[in-house]
């Protein structure tokens, strides 16, 4: 099975500042990644699909990049709402398998 | 409106039986491959299956987790997906999602706990 590896686990970060979060995976997957931000008590929501794809209404403060084994998640300038926790997905479905990473949990200061 | 909306969660007993059902709307579910993914209180998310439409077959695949316990199965002509949970563990406790496989289309979920 795919392992995917997403870091950093948390995250600090202030208004106006980007960042990074990274998912690698054990083995290719093409395009097949998926990230999404969680905020407490809802449902996960999709922001980039196969790797670098914005979802429809998501600020173009999100993108994402990457292809093989690497892959990133930057937000640029930061807002009080992006205050959540992010993870990536592979769906390559390579063995009919999808893998969650950990999950990053961003805190905006 | 693409909707997905679970049902059938609760508490049930360790070594007990449930399943849960995802009505589907507002979309072309036949053609749809769809996943659930379950989230423990407080944990990240676990994908745990997806189903293929049935022009691809319609077979079903399952994490190591859940492999052998749980079935995914579909209901084209009613737009529902169901989860057959057998052998409930404590630490099967959880929300159960239903989403589609890669359009980001997901249910609000329903709470699975097991406990004695």
């Known amino acids: 099975d795919i392992q995917v590896t997403q870091s950093p686990s948390t995250l600090s970060a202030s208004v106006g500042d980007s960042v990074t979060i990274t998912c690698r995976a054990s083995q290719s997957i093409s395009i097949w990644l998926a990230w999404y931000q969680q905020k407490p008590g809802k449902v996960p929501k999709l922001l980039i699909y196969?790797?670098?794809f914005l979802q429809g209404e998501v600020p173009s403060r999100f993108s994402g990049s990457g292809s093989d084994t690497e892959f990133t998640l930057t937000i640029t300038n930061l807002q009080p709402d992006d205050s959540a926790t992010y993870y990536c997905q592979q769906y390559s479905g390579q063995g009919g398998q999808a893998t969650f990473g950990q999950g990053t949990k961003l805190e905006i200061k | 409106e693409e909707q997905l909306v679970e049902s059938g969660g609760g508490l049930i007993k360790p070594g007990g039986s449930l399943r849960l059902s995802c009505a589907a709307s507002g979309f072309n579910f036949r053609a749809a491959w769809m996943s659930w993914v379950r989230q423990a209180p407080g944990k990240g998310l676990e994908w745990i299956g997806r189903i293929v439409s049935n022009s691809y077959g319609g077979t079903a695949d399952y994490a190591a987790s859940v492999r052998g316990r749980f079935t995914i199965s579909r209901d084209d002509l009613g737009n529902t997906l169901y989860l057959h949970m057998n052998s409930l563990k404590t630490e099967d406790t959880a929300v159960y999602y239903c989403s589609t496989w890669d359009s980001g289309l997901w249910g609000q979920g329903t709470l699975v706990t097991v406990s004695s």
């Open positions: 196969r790797a670098s």
